[in-house]
């Protein structure tokens, strides 16, 4: 104990030091004058000194002696100081950025619920190891029986419903859940109850989000005990969750959570609470305290295999998985955190090229400061003492540089929390830079602070006194040759990672997309949700639904704005991607003994004019009402290229499953999933042939007024059901914009940190030549004045700089070659693997020439006076 | 540890503890300023002494030390420690 008292002591003298000095002084004086002999006092400043040196700690003072002249000197030269500061804080900031991303998506994967790492999900393998897409209803309760180490387990699944609140009709996402879901996240509402009542009375309600409670009822509290339809079906809201809790899917927002016990009355067709073989729900739980998972995992495998051998039809074979919840495979998580991880890879990069080309910096104004620090020398600073004042200053740099960081991340998160991400799914995405985020930036700039501070120190702590000048000349040379290099690696690196991230967007906008995304509308439907489908019984329905279908696309036709108009199940470039088939082509043998894969989607006539593809042979389908001509497919060019040898498509004979349809048209090849993806075989099938009870309205009009035509499509459908409600109501160009939002983000933030860095990388190669010239100025004077050509001299200048940077790009090049070839071994597109170190190369050419060139003016008279 | 013995019994100002031990110490020991301001400056950092300003009976400002309980204890155990080594030395020089 006593030694903090002495150092709480120590640090505050140090503190009050001004004023003890006066005091000691009046003493000592006093001292003086009580002694007989006043002359034989010794020095009084000397003991004042040493008195106070026996505080002990002088080194916090001169700590702080160290910042503030570090200060005053950052203050002296503000463009370099700028430069440092704001280029740190932009590497810090970018690297912050990702990083509170992560942090996000695995610390804290379930906003609103304390200590969300630690959930767990159990997701159901099949016996070739892919995963199943969830486990089924009885499968959860049986897993809950068995697995005693969790302390609960809870199952959801997403599931799409038509809402008719007090306001309006909507169809939104909301969750099927077990009835302990919320206990099993233990959270605790902010109005109501969240405890669905355990037996399926006709009492069971639904709970709502905090912010579906406001929007609709102003108060989240007012909303408890009101009544809303929920597919048609009366359900009371019996509790809302707390304010920020908005599922358990990561990176999407839910409004509505449904018990189990309702989801029979909610989808009357579903037998999903007893069939085994309806998978498609998550599970949920966190494991007892002390419990380790391998414990878990055991109890698990020993009831995957009894239910493998119990229920052969929907489990032969199955295993499952506990996995952390960030893992979840059909989670948003899946979808961002490869593309993250190589974004924080390559800010990391860049962040190094920052240090890099501040370690120039500094290192030439270190150069200049060698008269200074062997005045201090010789005045009896140590080493020690010139290496703390400059690790004091980088340091500084390193946490201003981390402040701007910190601030430049949340802005940048601000501004992405508030992007719309999709107009079909939920999607939210809210990271923010909370206090480990600032931890991070402040590590970061500790550690840039000691990456580059070292090399300037270390020069200036080895330098002897002031007259040994021709060594130093050589030694920082070669250090800084080396810095250059390594600066021009990484710039290299990360400019051409920034090329390959804006031309991977570029293509999105620039690849012709097959079909034409202007002009068209798009709208959704699901006549499940309305008192129409309500009544349908599921074989007789279908001629209701084909016969309604059919109205459907009259009454659209038949508005004067409409060009053409078709329905199909799946839009392309959506996130939820396109199913696939395996079919058979009658008299051709196929690529793959269980048949030739194809992306499939089912579409109405006139489904290809309204989207602008071309049917480039046959024709479209029959129409709707058309019961007597057989079944129907339509192929793409692709399809029949590779499964028909390019021989004439219509009249084939497809076989999917038991089915054998004719070719009637050959379409266009278009793009389907993805932009980038390579085109694929499709096959088109007929509504009439499959008929469903949802899809997607395709209308075409004049481009610029689609969106004029929401409401007249709405007419329509209201004239044919006013049960039935319209959703997901968004323009083409729309719906294919969000398709492009991954992509554009880091396409952004590259177009900002690009130039910044290739400018940046100038300005480092700029003062190396600059100080090295003017550090042979003398030598270059004498050599014009003995007659050689300026030009040759600035030449072999720019050529000696640019032998350092050729080889570190030449490094860098082959390095992203490397890493480019394993991901994704796509095409080398010539602009950024020519261009962009064609660019740097002009650049730092240029950038050594000009004061190379300046040099070459020094007049020989005048510098031989100088020194 | 002279220092502390002496304002064992009461709080001094700097220069009546260097006359102190100059006379307890039968004149045998002289404190130089230089050294006596620094060593007070360590027992105030330390926690041993408290010092405070007063008006010495010539009205003069002064500046007064006195012991604190830790400066006691240490005192203490100073005088034990010196103890031992005198025990030692004499020990050493009589054998």
């Known amino acids: 104990m006593p030694r903090i008292g002495e150092w709480a002591r120590r640090v505050w003298f140090l503190l009050t030091r001004r004023k003890r000095e006066r005091e000691l002084r009046e003493e000592i004086e006093a001292h003086r004058a009580a002694m007989g002999e006043p002359l034989r006092f010794g020095n009084s400043l000397r003991i004042r000194e040493e008195a106070m040196d026996s505080w002990g700690g002088r080194w916090i003072d001169a700590i702080f002696r160290d910042i503030r002249f570090s200060v005053r000197m950052m203050a002296r030269m503000p463009l370099l100081t700028a430069v440092i500061v704001v280029s740190l804080g932009i590497g810090i900031g970018a690297n912050t950025a990702i990083f509170s991303g992560f942090e996000e998506l695995i610390l804290d994967p379930i906003p609103g619920v304390d200590g969300s790492s630690r959930y767990l999900l159990i997701e159901p393998v099949t016996a070739s190891g892919d995963y199943a897409g969830g486990a089924s209803f009885p499968e959860y309760v049986d897993m ?55 037996d399926a009375s006709g009492d069971a309600g639904v709970v709502i989000s905090h912010s579906y409670g406001e929007r609709e009822f102003g108060e989240a509290t007012a909303a408890v005990g009101r009544i809303i339809e ?40 579903s037998d999903e609470t007893r069939n085994r073989s309806a998978r498609g729900y998550s599970v949920v739980g966190r494991l007892d305290e002390g419990i380790p998972r391998g414990r878990a995992q055991e109890d698990l495998d020993r009831l995957m295999a009894r239910l493998s051998s119990d229920f052969p039809s929907s489990n032969d074979g199955h295993t499952a998985r506990i996995l952390s919840f960030w893992r979840a495979p059909r989670g948003g998580g899946q979808f961002v955190l490869p593309g993250m991880a190589l974004l924080q890879a390559v800010m990391i990069a860049l962040l190094l090229a920052v240090c890099g080309n501040t370690a120039n910096l500094l290192l030439g104004r270190a150069m200049s400061r060698e008269r200074e620090m062997g005045i201090r020398m010789a005045n009896g600073a ?29 802005g940048a998160a601000h501004a992405l929390s508030n992007v719309r991400f999709s107009t079909l799914l939920p999607v939210r995405f809210d990271p923010a830079v ?166 499939t989607n089912v579409v109405t006539p006139g489904y290809f004019e309204a989207m602008g593809i071309p049917l480039v042979d046959g024709r479209d389908f029959s129409p709707l009402e058309d019961t007597t001509s057989p079944l129907e497919v339509i192929v793409n060019e692709e399809f029949a290229r590779r499964f028909l040898s390019s021989n004439p498509a219509p009249g084939q004979i497809v076989v999917s499953g038991e089915e054998r349809l004719r070719v009637v048209g050959v379409s266009g090849d278009s793009v389907y999933r993805s932009f980038s993806e390579p085109v694929m075989p499709f096959v088109y099938y007929s509504y009439r042939d499959r008929m469903r009870r949802a899809g997607q309205i395709h209308v075409r009009t004049r481009p610029g007024t689609e969106s004029l035509l929401a409401p007249r499509v709405e007419q329509v459908v209201r004239g044919l059901d006013p049960t039935l409600p319209l959703f997901d109501v968004r323009t083409m160009i729309e719906h294919v914009e969000t398709n492009q939002f991954l992509r554009r983000i880091p396409a952004q ?118 020194d | ?81 010196y103890e031992r080594m005198a025990r030692g030395i004499s020990a050493l020089l009589e054998a």
């Open chain 1, 749 to 866: 933030m590259f177009v900002v940190l690009g130039p910044l860095l290739l400018l940046l990388a100038a300005i480092g190669i700029y003062s190396v030549v600059a100080y090295s010239v003017s550090g042979r100025r003398s030598d270059i004077a004498v050599r014009l004045a003995l007659g050689a050509k300026p030009d040759s001299l600035t030449r072999g200048i720019v050529a000696e700089c640019f032998s350092a940077v050729g080889v570190g790009m030449a490094v860098g090049w082959m390095v992203v070659v490397v890493i480019y070839d394993h991901l994704s071994g796509g095409t080398y597109e010539p602009a950024v693997f020519v261009g962009v170190p064609a660019t740097m190369a002009a650049v730092s050419i240029a950038a050594a020439w000009i004061p190379a060139r300046k040099a070459m003016r020094v007049e020989l008279p005048r510098l031989l006076n100088d």
């Open chain 1, 144 to 198: 809950r029986e068995a697995l005693a180490s969790f302390r609960d387990l809870a199952a959801f699944r997403m599931v799409q419903v038509n809402v008719a609140g007090p306001g309006r009709t909507e169809r939104i996402f909301a969750v099927l859940v077990s009835e302990n879901y919320f206990s099993t996240l233990e959270l605790s509402p902010s109005a109501g109850r969240l405890d669905f009542p355990a």
């Open chain 1, 230 to 269: 929920v597919n048609g079906r009366s359900v009371p809201i019996a509790g809302v969750t707390p304010k920020d809790f908005r599922g358990t899917v990561s990176g999407l927002a839910f409004d509505l959570w449904i018990p189990s016990a309702l989801s029979g009355a909610i989808f009357p067709d």
């Open chain 1, 434 to 599: 909370d206090g480990l985020g600032l931890l991070f930036s402040a590590g970061l700039g500790v550690a840039s602070a000691l990456v580059f501070g070292m090399v300037p120190a270390l020069h200036l702590a080895r330098e002897g006194t002031l007259g040994i000048r021709t060594r130093s000349r050589r030694e920082p040379h070669r250090a800084r040759r080396a810095l250059i290099t390594a600066e021009a690696a990484l710039a290299v690196s990360v400019l051409m990672a920034a090329g390959l991230f804006l031309d991977s967007f570029r293509q999105t906008l620039d690849t012709d997309p097959g079909f034409e995304p202007a002009g068209m509308l798009l709208a959704s439907y699901d006549v499940s949700g309305s008192d129409f489908g309500q009544t349908l019984a599921p074989e007789s329905g279908r001629n209701l639904l084909g016969s309604f279908t059919a109205r459907l696309l009259e009454g659209l036709k038949s508005l004067p704005e409409v060009e053409a108009v078709g329905i199909a199940a799946f839009v392309p470039l959506d996130i939820h991607g396109l199913p696939m088939t395996r079919v058979r082509v009658e008299g051709y043998a196929p690529a793959d003994p269980d048949g030739d894969l194809a992306l």
């Open chain 2, 1 to 81: 540890m002279l220092v502390l013995k002496v304002l064992g019994a009461g709080p001094l100002h700097g220069y009546a503890i260097a006359q102190r031990i100059h006379a307890l110490s039968s004149e045998e020991l002289k404190v130089e300023e230089g050294s006596l301001y620094p060593a007070l400056q360590k027992l105030l950092v330390k926690g041993w002494v408290r010092a405070s300003w007063s008006i010495s009976g010539s009205g003069r400002r002064v500046r007064l030390y006195r012991l604190t309980s830790d400066g006691r204890k240490q005192l203490d155990h100073e005088i034990a420690r």
């Open chain 1, 382 to 410: 140590g080493r020690w003492h010139i290496l703390r004042l400059l690790m004091v200053e980088s340091l500084l740099f390193g946490i201003v540089g981390a402040a701007i960081g910190a601030l430049l991340a949340s």
